[in-house]
């Protein structure tokens, strides 16, 4: 495949660099997923520190091979990892420089593919990866005013800026709980196609709206249908339930339908 091939030149390369402690690969190459259409998660671990300066960084994307473009990752919160496009073959590739210290605190243990002392297998050994969870109290306390604000939207008739905010709330409260309940990691909507059961993923399917008023009312609708679903699936009695809010945002939504209807 050529994202294997890819990774082995990268080695290549490295194994002539004195800076250079190892490498790793995450993502779907860790459960054995890689297909056509996968990226390529490349971790690369370095003596001195190279995130912060994008034209270290670029200079090492130029060196793996023929490189397009490639620009830093903040708007994914990650300014450490060069997002990349290569040509010969066409390729996503990210790559996440870190320092080994920083390379300890991860979310999945990746595969090594070059080591030079050892010491990316110390690492992992000696410290732990934990991948974040959802924190169903902050969930909680936000999803109502959410709905209300889906509401606002579409009775102003802004039905793209709904459509946009129902695919955040998928991505940051549904996609996420309906992973747990089917015993995957969280990853937002990833894979839901295939991961989640057909009676979860046809629940969720329903959460998709046209741009007009009645399909959004009723994907809004289906939306806390599932969400209610998922908080007596998944819950604590720790979870405070904001139901003096929910009450309220639902009365406004039966008045978003009047309006509507009338």
Known sequence: MIQVEFAN????????????IGLAV?????????????????ILVTKEKIS?????????????????NGFTGEHVGEPRVLICLYDNPSLHVDIKFVTLGEFKIRVENPVI????D???????????????????????????IWVHYALLKIGRGEYFEAID??????????????????KNLPRGVRKVETQLDVKDFE???????????????????????????LQNELFTSEILRQEKTEKAVIAYLEKIKNVGEN
Not at 203 to 229: E, G, V
Request: charged share 25%; aromatic share 12%.
């Open 52 to 68: 912060g300066d994008k034209s270290k960084m670029l200079w090492y994307a130029n060196s793996f091979g023929d490189l397009l």
């Open 113 to 116: 593919l070059l080591d030079t």
């Open 118 to 144: 050892g010491l990316l297998k110390d690492a992992i050994e000696q410290s732990s990866a934990q991948f974040p969870y959802p924190d169903y109290q902050w969930i909680e306390d936000r999803f109502w």
């Open 165 to 182: 905010f129902f695919g955040f709330v998928r991505m940051v409260v549904l996609g996420p709980l309906l992973h747990i309940k089917n």
């Open 9 to 20: 030149n990268v080695v290549n390369v490295l194994k002539k660099d004195a800076n250079v």
């Open 26 to 42: 995450a993502g779907s190459w860790i459960s054995d997923e890689l297909d056509e259409f996968s990226d390529l998660d490349l």
């Open 203 to 229: 629940q969720l399917k329903l959460t998709l709206a046209s741009h007009n008023r009645k399909s959004l009312i009723a994907a809004l609708t289906n939306m806390i249908d599932l969400y209610r679903s």
